[in-house]
């Protein structure tokens, strides 16, 4: 809720906030749903270096660095590799892709915690651990996704505030991840056109109304249809 107050939102209007990545450590913690349940401790973290480490701590994960000692793989970044000692290793895009080319021989489970493709940092597009999930499955693995477009964020989400379907409504700018899910889920959307469709979408700068015909054509694209249409989320 901190950042959520950085951003200039007046928090007292949250009941509060539930991410991927705390979903995923209430599953593995709890271990109550079979597929978690028959995981095992020994993973490959894949985590992030310059947007900060993900603590594993209270989940009594043994984090491994060769692929023949791993049960799973854990995805919450795509920047680092887990060491055992608890810090990450900054590691590149294509040896993180070469170590799960080897987990795929081997047929070992991925959880990915954050199954984003891609986020927007200054403008720029940041690739995110979606896309590690998506390779691993194009190399045969399985996927656990563990949040958008998953109906299980939206699903948290709503028994958090205590609602139904009728009275939800998902924001956001990825098709594929956001408007997605909420059809997934059943829930109303309001797509925002300035993110990462923004080049896409003919979009320069921010506010900017994009084309209705070409935002129909990138929803049919991603079959991922929004309630609403919005150049920008803004209070």
């Known amino acids: 809720m901190d950042k959520m107050k950085s951003l200039g939102f007046d928090t007292s209007l949250f009941v509060g906030a539930i991410t991927s990545g705390e979903l995923t450590h209430q599953y593995l913690q709890r271990k109550d749903d079979p597929w978690f349940a028959a995981l095992g401790r020994s ?3 894949m985590t992030w270096s ?4 993900i603590s594993l701590e209270g989940l009594g994960l043994q984090v491994v660095e060769n ?3 791993a049960e799973f793989i854990l995805a919450h970044g795509s920047e680092a590799l887990g060491h055992p000692s608890g810090a990450a290793v900054p590691t590149k895009l294509e040896d993180l892709e070469k170590i799960l ?7 070992i489970p991925m959880v990915v915690a954050n199954p984003d ?5 200054a403008r720029a597009l940041r690739v995110m651990p979606g896309t590690l999930a998506a390779k691993y499955e194009k190399l045969g693995g399985e996927v656990k996704w563990m949040g958008k477009p998953d109906k299980i964020i939206y699903q948290a989400a709503m028994a958090m505030a205590g609602v139904d379907s009728s009275d939800s409504i998902a924001v956001g700018d990825s098709l594929h991840h956001d408007i997605k899910g909420a059809n997934e889920a059943g829930i109303q959307s309001a797509f925002t056109t300035g993110g990462i469709h923004a080049t896409e979408l003919g979009v320069g700068s921010f506010g900017e109304a994009a084309d209705l015909s070409s935002v129909q054509a990138l929803a049919s694209k991603y079959d991922a249809y929004p309630s609403y249409v919005l150049p920008a989320f803004t209070w």
């Open 43 to 45: 993973c490959i973290h």
């Open 50 to 53: 310059e947007r900060g480490t």
């Open 67 to 69: 692929v023949e000692e």
């Open 101 to 107: 080319e080897h987990c795929a021989t081997k047929r």
């Open 117 to 121: 493709y891609v986020t927007v940092e």
